[in-house]
């Protein structure tokens, strides 16, 4: 099996030679040192659970902008964001976006963040290979910078696309979780954080940044708790200072990153060796109705908590229906699940029948959802 408990092992860069490719190591909590698509080529196939990629933006900006009071403002000038026209970008998109494809497990799903410069283009490699839209999530920046010479909007955004694999993936989506963090209201895909400062921001020697793109650390909490559960494997392709690595180490996550340049890499070494991961009874999430084992209603009848010829009323008492044996209602001229009934009697399109019906004993009813509960909690006892 390819997914190892959680680990606090030491994170470790190394490179890899070419023709690795197709044996089953996989290289947990390490980063790998070189060109991406030639790490992800000889990793595995379908062996990760999660990419995270900040790739490239291709920015072509114009050297020397500056502040009002003739400040230097630190652009990205760096050798690793340059590609000599789009035709280029395309082709080294396509390149590491089908390779991420291929070590992703079939419920995979994949994070691409980037700007107006190099999103779209990202969004059609990504269509073009079959990978799957999701959501489309905007990173609003509570501190964006300035547009210093005031001819264009301020660029406060990036957009992040997630997409799952291909079409009949069923990619991890912390639903229950998202919505208890957000005072129990569903979570949107706008999302609002300040950009990476403060101490967070890795500095050298001489003050300067490590890195012109560092992402915040809660950009990556939100996207790991989404869409990943403790122990699986997260990659990333453009590890740079390694956020994606110390969020997924404390989160109990695995990660794998890529990268070129030995101060980004010796950075996120240090920086990932002093995340400390958190424990594992912290790390479980809140599980909504969604993630509980599928009872069936012929259970409850089977087991004698219901029986069969019993009376089922809505809460109202407009509506009644008779239990048979075999778990259906009959009311009237229409029979069928309890679902089916419960949508027939109101004329409805669909019902969920676990809630609408209840049965009458007496003058008391009772929700045959907590008919169901019982049954739930004593499954949970004999798997404990
Ligand atoms: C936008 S930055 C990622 C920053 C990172 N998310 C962080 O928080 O520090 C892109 C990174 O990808 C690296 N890179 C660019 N092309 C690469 C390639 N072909 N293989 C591996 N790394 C690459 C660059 O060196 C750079 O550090």
Same mark, same amino acid.
């Given at each position: 099996m390819l997914r190892n408990k959680h680990s606090s092992a030491p994170a470790k860069a190394t490179t890899r030679s070419k023709g @690795?490719? *197709?044996? =089953?190591?996989l290289p947990l909590d390490t980063i790998l040192v070189g060109d991406c698509i030639e790490q992800m080529n000889a990793l595995p196939e379908a062996s990760v659970d999660l990419v995270f990629a900040d790739p +490239?933006?291709?920015?072509q900006l114009e050297k020397g902008l500056t502040r009002p009071d003739q400040s230097h403002v630190d652009g $990205? =000038?760096? @050798?690793?964001?340059?590609?000599?026209d789009f035709a280029h970008y395309d082709k080294f998109s396509r390149d590491w976006m089908a390779a991420a494809k291929r070590i992703l497990k079939p419920n995979g799903a994949i994070w691409v963040i980037g700007s107006y410069h190099n999103i779209f283009r990202c969004g059609a490699v990504l269509q073009d290979l079959g990978f799957w839209m999701l959501n489309d999530v905007i990173w609003r920046k509570s501190n964006p910078m300035p547009n210093?010479?005031? &001819?264009?909007? &301020?660029?406060a955004h990036e957009t992040l696309i997630w997409a799952s694999r291909d079409q009949n993936s069923k990619p991890t989506f912390n639903y229950d979780a998202l919505k208890q963090a957000n005072d129990d209201t569903q979570m949107r895909s706008d999302w609002l954080f300040p950009i990476c400062t403060g101490a967070e921001r890795l500095k050298d020697d001489n003050d300067d940044? $490590? =890195?012109p793109t560092q992402k915040p650390e809660s950009l990556l909490y939100r996207v790991l708790m989404a869409t990943t559960k403790p122990g699986d494997v997260v990659l990333d +392709?453009?590890? *740079? &200072?390694g956020t994606t690595g110390a969020v997924a180490k404390k989160l109990g996550r695995h990660f794998i990153g890529c990268e070129r340049e030995e101060t980004y890499i010796n950075a996120a070494l240090k920086r990932i060796a002093s995340i400390k991961p958190l424990e594992n009874i912290v790390l479980e999430t809140v599980k909504g109705k969604r993630a509980e084992k599928r009872v069936a209603f012929g259970s409850l009848i089977e087991q004698g908590?219901?029986? +069969?010829g019993a009376k089922l009323v809505d809460a109202k008492q407009k509506h009644e229906a008779i239990v048979r044996a075999d778990g259906s209602l009959i009311s009237g001229k229409h029979e069928g699940s309890i679902h089916k009934v419960g949508a027939l009697v109101q004329d409805?399109?669909?019902?969920?029948g676990w809630t609408y019906w209840h049965l009458k004993e007496g003058k008391n009813l009772t929700c045959i959802d907590e008919y169901r509960t019982q049954i739930r909690e004593q499954m949970k006892k004999l798997s404990a």
């Open positions: @690795e490719k *197709g044996n =089953h190591y +490239p933006y291709f920015l $990205v =000038h760096d @050798e690793w964001d340059k590609f000599s210093f010479r005031g &001819t264009r909007f &301020t660029n940044k $490590v =890195h +392709p453009f590890f *740079g &200072t908590l219901i029986m +069969p409805a399109a669909a019902c969920n």
